[in-house]
């Protein structure tokens, strides 16, 4: 795992800690910081545009198999276990992954699978979901990376399967804010220009819904027949 992958891993395995003795990660970060009102408006946007957003559940819930690529905690937070796809997470956090795993046994449901992995090596064989999740994710990987991570979500994604990507908008008013916040938490965002990463989506997928705004999302769907 490389240096930039290895912080990020640490900083979510942090949160998970500090979730776990029932504190927030924004416990100890400066006043100043976190009511800084592009913060506190760049928070409540947070709650409102993350993997429980009922358009992503309308474009990938349609049977098969869902992979969940950078999973965090979305299946405890939106379980997605009660989704007509069955969930598969990947995540490059072991102790989140740990926490996730508990929660399967806690609640007795039935996945097909938590793995810690890479986004840019996934160990399924090709074309093997007909649905995949990318939230959240891109924006912290450089570039050489994204474009890796992009190949192997085109690997793994079956012709005709759908496929729901998220990146910053490094022009956004509220990106400085996204930033600041990030390198407070230890997992600062990396720039990547929105256009170039539209233009490796479009070599293999085609663009069903584009949503505008300080994380720009795209929903697309393979080419090809199912």
């Given at each position: 795992m490389d240096e930039t992958l290895d912080r990020l891993a640490r900083a979510y395995d942090r949160t998970v800690e500090l979730r776990l003795r029932g504190?927030?990660?924004?416990?100890?970060?400066?006043?100043?910081?976190?009511?800084?009102?592009?913060?506190?408006?760049?928070?409540e946007l947070g709650r409102r545009?993350?993997?429980?957003?009922?358009a992503l559940r309308e474009h990938l819930d349609r049977g098969g198999r869902l992979l969940d690529v950078g999973c965090c905690a979305n299946l405890a937070n939106y379980?997605?276990?009660?989704w007509s796809t069955r969930y598969h997470g990947v995540d490059i956090a072991g102790e989140l992954?740990?926490?996730?795993?508990?929660?399967?046994?806690?609640?007795?449901?039935?996945?097909?699978?938590?793995?810690?992995?890479?986004?840019?090596?996934?160990?399924?064989t090709d074309a093997s979901f007909n649905a995949v999740?990318?939230?959240?994710?891109?924006?912290?990987?450089?570039?050489?990376?994204?474009?890796?991570?992009l190949d192997e979500l085109e690997r793994v994604t079956?012709?005709?399967?759908?496929?729901?990507?998220?990146?910053?908008?490094?022009?956004?008013?509220?990106?400085p804010a996204l930033v600041r916040l990030g390198r407070a938490l230890e997992r600062p965002p990396l720039p990547i220009e929105p256009g170039w990463f539209e233009e490796q989506l479009l070599k293999s997928f085609?663009?069903?819904?584009?949503?505008e705004g300080l994380i720009i999302r795209w929903l697309l769907r393979k080419r090809g027949k199912q």
């Open positions: 504190r927030s990660p924004l416990d100890g970060l400066p006043r100043k910081l976190v009511e800084d009102p592009a913060v506190v408006e760049l928070l545009v993350n993997s429980g957003d009922p379980r997605l276990d009660r992954l740990g926490a996730m795993a508990a929660f399967v046994r806690r609640k007795g449901l039935e996945i097909g699978g938590l793995i810690r992995a890479e986004a840019a090596r996934l160990p399924f999740a990318v939230i959240g994710v891109c924006g912290y990987l450089t570039r050489d990376y994204t474009a890796r991570c079956a012709p005709g399967g759908r496929l729901a990507v998220d990146l910053p908008d490094t022009g956004h008013r509220l990106h085609d663009i069903q819904r584009r949503d």
